[in-house]
């Protein structure tokens, strides 16, 4: 991974956890549940993208070794792909 494809990950991952801070004020504060539940999409939508952006890299990965048939490479990112798409 290139040194600004990690840094903008990074950089996901930092505003990801400034918004779980916002949910939790949100809860403490006694948001309405409208409220809570739309950030937390938000929240929840931010995270998957750093996942399929991880998920990518990893495809690029295995594309540039040259796994593309090996069986039991297929079946690991096949994993990967389930784990994150699943819910």
Sequence with gaps: MEAN???????RL?????QVRGLEQMVETERSAKEIL???????????KVGLA???EEM???EAAGEKGD????????????????G
């Design 38 to 48: 739309t950030q937390l999409a938000a929240t929840r939508e931010a995270l998957k």
């Design 71 to 86: 069986q039991a490479s297929v079946e690991a990112l096949m994993g990967l792909v389930r784990q994150i798409t699943k």
């Design 60 to 62: 690029r990965n295995f």
């Design 5 to 11: 494809e990690k840094q903008a990950l990074v950089n």
């Design 14 to 18: 930092r505003r990801a956890e400034g």
């Design 54 to 56: 991880i998920l990518e």
